[in-house]
Structures are given as C-alpha cells and as structure tokens.
C-alpha cells in the first residue's frame, strides 16, 4: 500500500515521539549552505554574548519565530534527530546541534523547507535573527533588521539621535520609566508609568528595547507621534512630541556655599573628563563635593574608571566580566600625588546609565560616598555593534561591569542612599543655577550629615 504525504507525515511523527529510529528523505532544494545572515548572527552571538546559552535553545527560539510566520511547521524528536514537517513534507536533522554553524544550517534549511520554491525570504530571515537575540534572555541584545537600519541611515543619524526626552524600561520598553525635565515630551504631559503603544504608526508591543530606542530616535527637530495610554487611566491619546539632540557639554562646575564646596557636573565620560574633574578639584581647597551623574548614558570607560581613581587612593574599583574563556579587565586605583578624600555626595537618577552607574556603585560599595536620588537606569554592560552581511546590524552584549565587590551592575540599577521626588522646578540640568535646584540642595543637606559626622568620630571620614 502507498502511503499519502499527511499519513506518511503522521507516522513519522508519532515514531519519532516514540524514540523508534526513522529515516527520512529532506525534500529537493532543502539542505544546502547556511545563509550567511543567519551564519553570522548565530557564530556571533555564540562566540561574543557574555553568557554562555545552549545552541538547542536558539535552535528552537528561532523555530518557534518561524512557525509563527508558517503554521504549517510542526516539529518533533528523539533518538538524535529533530524533525520538521509542513505540508505533508519531512526533513530531518541531528538533534541537538553540536556547533553554533550546525544551528545555522539547521535554521537556514528550516527556511528553505517551508518555502515552496525553496527560497530564502528576507523576511523570515529577519524573524529568525530577531527570535535568536531573543533567545538571550537579555535586554540589550537584539538584531537590527536592514530596513530598520536604512532608515537610521536616510535620516544620516545612525544609532545616536535625537530623542524626545522620554526613558523606557529595558524589559518593559513600552512602558515610561522617566521623562526628562524640559524635554517636549514633558511640557505635553507624558509622565513615568504611561504606555508607549506606538510610534509614528508603529506598534511597540512586539519590540525590543533597541528596536523601540530606534524608533523614538530621529533627526533633530523632527517630531515623533506617539499613541500612548497614560498610567492614569483614560483612553490613549495622539502626543506629538520634538525630537530634541542633547549636546554632550563639557564638565560644568561652580562653587557654592561661600567656595567651600563645589558642584560639578558631568553629562557625559567623553575624553578628558576626569583631567577636567582633577583640574576643578585641585583650583580650590574645598570640604565637600557634589558629583552630578544625572541623565548622564555613560560614555567613555576609562574616564569613569579615571574620575574613580581621583576618589580612591588605593584598592579594588571595578572589572569587566566577558563571556566564558574570554579575557576579563579588573580596575585598581593607584597611589599617586593627588587623590582626594574629600566628603562626597553623588546625584543620580533613571537617566544614569553604563559607566555613570559604575561609577555610583563603586563609590557606594566602598563606602567613599552617599548617592541621593532616584535608581539608575540598570545598564551594567557592554554591546558590540556587528554589521550583518543583509544590511541590518546585530547589536551583543559581549560584557559585565561588576564592582569592587565582584557582584554586577544589574537590570536592578544602583539604588540611592537617599529617595528624591521629582523635581517640580527647573534643574541645573536644563540650565537652572545649581544653587537653586531642589536635588542640588538636598546633596548638600546629605553633605551636611557626612561633614557633621566626620567632625564628632575624628578620622573616621569617608575613606576610600
């Protein structure tokens, strides 16, 4: 008897359940090279993230993605072999994969397969890369697909653009964490704990985090409109928002409460700011000082690794943990002829991410000194930014910041001696005079507490 494709496919299956060793024939046009998209995202993520993830994991993330597109796709397994059907066609495979390339032609094939002219269809090769960065775990981990990228480029703007002052969760993107003092979307009454629902007619709730950045991203001026639900209740609203580009100042500095104490804020660890830090603190003879690392991304690592050193006089300071059997860097302070020990008070909020927390949590977790504010962003990592050879980009995080301690800067952000609410006045930030910023004033009334207790337990300062 002759047995019809669906019964063939049927028995198949139930064997392969079964554990019973079956062979079966991979259709025409199927098995063939990897696509060298695919190829690349999965080596990359393989050889660069900075956990180690099972190679069966992003094999079934990605089809999964796939069967989402082609529901005819089924699949099952056992005795060493993995097998897909749609159609009332078969291919099998080894099962579980051995090498990250393994996964690549698994996948590529798997494309093929549900393909009827057996074609590599850009789009379901954008849903595998997008369904194999999910498969990370991970916020910051994502693939950017070409039209994503073509866009960032027509606009000339690249990954670094103008925004509408608007911060997300990283793994609740839709959902407002804060809303920059001054920016366009505050005055039109955007708060933390709205919805994003979408962005120029795109709908957020399948993005990632880095997807979702891209859309809010824009040439500066241009106006972004937003579909948001507020936290508050109501039904959602049409906001249109500017985008505005947020220049990366220098270190700005003044002297407050006589020239005894001085204020110093850095927006962004670009090179020489922790020579700038060293000049400011060495033109006066100061007994306190407030650092302000609000809203400020992070930047350049040496530069906070460099301010740090500036606090510290000698010991552990931070590391980065890469991937597994990868090369790790770990940050001690040097002695040398000038580190200041100086009371120190810290300002941070949800605008603070990547090396300004680093450099909170290492000065928090010695001891060196109290951080007032809100919770920082909870970017403790490093990305590498992979061009794909289809256009898009991959976008990995290859490291961890960890502190003196050896623990990570975690999604949990650092959090603040001290709670502050929300500012209802302008801040130094949108160019207020620090003396009359509400934050300002209460680091320097923190300030006040570490002077004061320095004074009654002589010598027992803050110490780095």
């Known amino acids: ?21 079956v062979m079966a024939q991979t259709p025409p046009g199927v098995a063939g090279e990897p696509d060298e998209t695919i190829k690349e995202v999965v080596l990359s993520l393989d050889a660069s993230f900075v956990e180690k993830v099972s190679l ?54 798997a494309v093929r397969f549900v393909d009827p002219e057996r074609v590599v269809r850009p789009e379901r090769v954008v849903a595998v890369c997008r369904a194999l960065a999910r498969a990370t775990d991970d916020p910051f981990t994502a693939y950017l697909s070409p039209m994503t990228m073509a866009k960032a480029q027509s606009q000339r703007q690249g990954l670094a653009a103008a925004t509408p002052g608007i911060d997300l969760w ?60 507020s936290g508050r209740g109501g039904p959602p609203k049409q906001i249109m928002v500017q985008r505005l580009l947020v220049p990366e100042d220098d270190v700005r500095w003044v002297r407050l409460q006589g020239g005894e104490t ?31 690392l609000r809203h400020n991304p992070g930047g ?44 120190l008070v810290v300002l941070i909020d949800g605008g603070s991410a990547s090396a300004s927390e680093l450099v909170a949590k290492v000065l928090k977790e010695r001891g060196r000194a109290t951080l007032v504010g809100t919770t920082s962003a909870g970017k403790g990592s490093v990305q590498r930014q992979i061009p794909t050879p289809d256009g898009g ?35 130094a930030l949108e160019g207020a005079n620090p003396g009359d910023d509400s934050w300002v004033l209460s680091a320097l009334d923190a300030l006040h507490i570490v002077e004061r207790n320095a004074m009654l337990s002589p010598g027992a300062g803050p110490e780095p």
């Open 262 to 292: 001085v204020y110093i804020h850095i927006p962004v660890f670009k090179s020489g700011v922790a020579e700038q830090v060293r000049q400011v603190l060495s033109a006066g003879n100061y007994t306190g000082v407030v650092l302000d």
């Open 1 to 21: 008897m002759r047995l019809t494709l669906p019964l063939r496919l049927s028995l198949l299956l139930c064997a392969l359940a079964m554990g019973a060793p």
């Open 393 to 427: 980009l991959l976008k990995v995080t290859a490291g961890a910041y960890v502190g003196p301690t050896g623990t990570r800067l975690d999604e949990g952000g650092v959090r603040p001696h001290r709670f502050l609410a929300p500012s209802a006045r302008r801040t």
């Open 170 to 229: 990283p793994r609740d993107p839709s959902r407002v964490r804060e809303v920059r003092m001054g920016s366009d979307a505050a005055n039109k009454g955007i708060r933390s704990g709205d919805r994003i629902l979408a962005i120029d007619g795109l709908e957020v709730k399948d993005l990632t985090f880095p997807e979702v950045l891209q859309a809010m991203s824009g040439m500066n001026g241009t106006v972004a409109r937003l579909t948001v639900q």
């Open 56 to 109: 069966e994991r992003y094999a079934l993330f990605a089809l999964d993605a796939l069967a989402g597109m082609d529901r005819c796709l089924a699949r099952s397994g056992g005795n060493g072999t993995l097998s897909l059907g749609c159609n009332g066609q078969v291919m099998t495979a080894p099962w579980p994969p051995q090498r990250a390339v393994d996964v690549a032609r698994l996948l590529s094939d």
């Open 300 to 343: 350049l690592l040496p530069e906070g690794i460099g301010v740090l050193d500036t606090f510290l006089r000698e010991g552990p300071m931070a590391g980065v943990r890469s991937g597994p059997g990868r090369p790790t860097d770990d940050f001690n302070a040097r002695k040398d002829t000038f580190d200041t020990t100086v009371p």
